[in-house]
């Protein structure tokens, strides 16, 4: 069965970057697919922060996140990757790379696959 692997993540200071990855853990990324990241923030819901279709390249951020977050794909049907820069506290979390077959993209039951989450942590 397919899965999904996360890398990246850890701990910097606000105004630092990370850069997470997500790739599949055979075969590759359907090009049909979306393939989003997620935020779990201590104490609060799991939200959607980005997505990208894979076919297209057309990339969605959350507000909270626009300007300061990329995502973005090496060759097709491999790697997605979330860059983030300009870190700040409340980026704190857990984040987690799932892929759906389409649908809105911050809604999670259309997505089928999850990664196991990487953590991040910004100090002020």
């Known amino acids: 069965q397919v899965q999904l692997m996360q890398s990246g993540g850890g701990s910097v200071q606000a105004g630092g970057s990370l850069r997470l990855s997500c790739a599949p853990s055979?075969?590759?990324?359907?090009?049909?697919?979306?393939v989003g990241w997620f935020h779990k923030a201590p104490g609060k819901e799991r939200e959607a922060v980005a997505v990208?279709?894979?076919?297209?390249?057309?990339?969605i951020y959350a507000d909270s996140v626009k300007g300061r977050f990329i995502v973005s794909q090496d060759h097709p049907e491999t790697a997605v990757f979330l860059t983030m820069d300009n870190l700040k506290p409340e980026d704190t979390g857990i984040y987690y790379c799932a892929a759906g077959r389409g649908g809105t993209w911050t809604r999670e039951l259309f997505y089928g696959l999850w990664g196991p989450g990487t953590q991040v942590t910004v100090s002020a």
């Open positions: 055979e075969a590759g990324f359907s090009k049909n697919w979306m």
């Open positions: 990208i279709w894979r076919g297209s390249g057309k990339t």
